[in-house]
C-alpha cells in the first residue's frame, strides 16, 4: 500500500450525524426568524465548519444572536445522545486497519470529542483529533489536512483521506491526498457520488465494508 495515513472526517463518514445537525440548525434558526429548507442547509453547510456556517448566515441574513452557538448546541446533543449512530461497519474497518489513522473534521473541539464518546470511537483515535478550529482556513481550503499530516508526521502524498462532502473533497484534492469519497451515510443523496467523482475523489463508496479492498488499489 502506497500510504502511510487514513484521515477520516468525522460526521457523515465515522458518525451519522448530518441529518441530526440539519434538524438543530433548522430549530435554532427558526427561533431567529430564519426558514431554510434541509436541503439549503445540506447544499451550503455539509463539511464546513461552524464558524463558516455562521459567517455565510450572517453575510446572507444579519447578525445571529451571540449566544447562537449555546443555543445550538443544547439543540445538538441531546439529539445526539438520543439518537446518533456509528456508521455501519466503521468499527470492523478500523479493527481491521494496520495503518495509522486520525481524524480531521470541521467540527468543533468540544464536539468532536463528545460525539465519538457516544459512539464508542473516541479512544480508537485520541489524541490524533484535528479540528478546523485548530487552523486559519477550513474546507474546503487544504489548511486543515495539511496540519493533520504534519502533526502526525506524514508527507500529504503518503496520506488517504476519507470524505464525504464537497468541500472535504475539494480540500483533499487541494492538499495532493488521495482521496476517496464515501456516500453511505443516510444524509447522502443519489446524485452525491457523481458529483464527489467530479471533483477527483476515487473510488467513491456507499460502503464501509469496502474501503478496505479500495485501498489495496
Keep these: 500500500m502506497v500510504f502511510d495515513l487514513i484521515i477520516f472526517d468525522c460526521d457523515g463518514v465515522l458518525i451519522d450525524s ?11 434558526l427558526a427561533e431567529c426568524g430564519i426558514e431554510l429548507c434541509a ?9 464546513i465548519s461552524f464558524a463558516g456556517m455562521v459567517a455565510d448566515l450572517e453575510s446572507r441574513h444579519g447578525p445571529l444572536p451571540a449566544d447562537f452557538a449555546d443555543r445550538h448546541r443544547m439543540r445538538l446533543w441531546p439529539l445526539f445522545e438520543r439518537e446518533l449512530w456509528a456508521v ?15 481524524v480531521a473534521s470541521s467540527g468543533r473541539p468540544e464536539r468532536l470529542k463528545h460525539a465519538p464518546l457516544l459512539v464508542g470511537l473516541y479512544d480508537r483515535f485520541h489524541p490524533h483529533i484535528f479540528s478546523a478550529a485548530e487552523v486559519a482556513h477550513g474546507k474546503p481550503a487544504p ?15 503518503r496520506c488517504v483521506v ?11 484534492v487541494a492538499a495532493g491526498m488521495r482521496v476517496i469519497g464515501f456516500v453511505g451515510a443516510s444524509h447522502c443523496r443519489p446524485e452525491d ?3 464527489l467523482a467530479a471533483l477527483g ?7 464501509m465494508a469496502k474501503l478496505l479492498p479500495a485501498l489495496a488499489r
Excluded: N
Design 18 to 28: 448530518e441529518l441530526l445537525s440539519i434538524r438543530a440548525d433548522q430549530e435554532c
Design 39 to 47: 436541503d439549503e442547509i445540506r447544499d451550503r453547510y455539509t463539511g
Design 88 to 102: 455501519p461497519g466503521v468499527a470492523a474497518l478500523l479493527d481491521s486497519l494496520t495503518c495509522r489513522i486520525c
Design 143 to 157: 489548511d486543515l489536512f495539511l496540519h493533520a499530516a504534519a502533526r502526525m508526521g506524514v508527507m500529504p502524498e
Design 162 to 172: 476519507v470524505e464525504d462532502s464537497v468541500p472535504g473533497v475539494i480540500a483533499g
Design 193 to 195: 457520488a457523481a458529483r
Design 201 to 207: 475523489a476515487a473510488p467513491v463508496l456507499d460502503d
